[in-house]
DNA sequence: TGCAAACATTATTATATTTGAATATAAAAG
DNA sequence: CTTTTATATTCAAATATAATAATGTTTGCA
């Protein structure tokens, strides 16, 4: 199994808007590269990097049909991240219950700032 | 409510072997700044700048006692992430029912590679 | 009051990421 | 075979990130 510093490097990789709105669509269904260009905002050049960087550690892949790449997904990891992302949460976590200890001391002491 | 770029800016964030292992750890509880350097091998000016990042981005919060800073988790979104990040996932997701559509054309044509 | 412990901040350097521009490739159409 | 369509790759510039080294701040205590 995926150790979790493969999934870190996975989390580094798909942590940016583009890529995210990429996995979002294609988690809707196959796309080709020109259907992404249509809603993302930037270059075809730039899809296609963006692209590449998933295929290559194993996030996407393609079909092809005639000279349309067809993408898809692969990672079985993304469905359940952008399902986070797309949760509400609301608030904090709850603050730790009094006087819990660390290594070197207890508290309460003050609430920061 | 928070916006899905706020999130994968969080994304991004905690996107660091160090910063994940940081939040795994205080998933288990409180934690201070020299807790940390005991499992961290690193120098605790880098320790405090990992933590000084998280908490600039309101993922972790602390209270004081006396000369100590023990940390806590604050945003609800950190222990689904890492429960993610430990599940196990194997195979990959199934390809793309047989001719699926994309805005250009359909498929199937070849496998790639 | 003065010192040491615990932690933070700043500056610097090294490295990685992102984008745009230019160019390349591969398949289908003509 | 030549052209066109769809997409990829390469290179360079701009920017962001990470670690290290040096220094600063705050608190408790002798």
């Given at each position: 199994m995926r150790s979790l510093g493969k999934k870190v490097e996975l989390l580094r990789i798909i942590?940016?808007?583009?890529?995210?709105?990429?996995?979002?669509?294609?988690?809707?269904?196959?796309?080709?590269?020109?259907?992404?260009?249509?809603?993302?905002?930037?270059?075809q050049p730039n899809v296609s990097q963006h692209l590449a960087l998933l295929r290559r550690y194993g996030v996407i892949d393609y079909y092809m049909d005639g000279r349309l790449r067809c993408y898809f997904l692969r990672d079985p990891i993304i469905p359940d991240i952008i399902k986070i992302l797309k949760k509400d949460y609301?608030?904090?976590?709850?603050?730790?219950?009094?006087?819990?200890?660390t290594k070197k001391g207890k508290y309460p002491g003050e609430r920061r700032r």
């Open positions: 942590a940016h808007p583009i890529r995210i709105n990429i996995l979002e669509e294609l988690i809707t269904g196959v796309k080709c590269v020109s259907d992404f260009e249509e809603f993302l905002d930037i270059s609301m608030g904090e976590l709850p603050a730790p219950a009094c006087c819990p200890v």
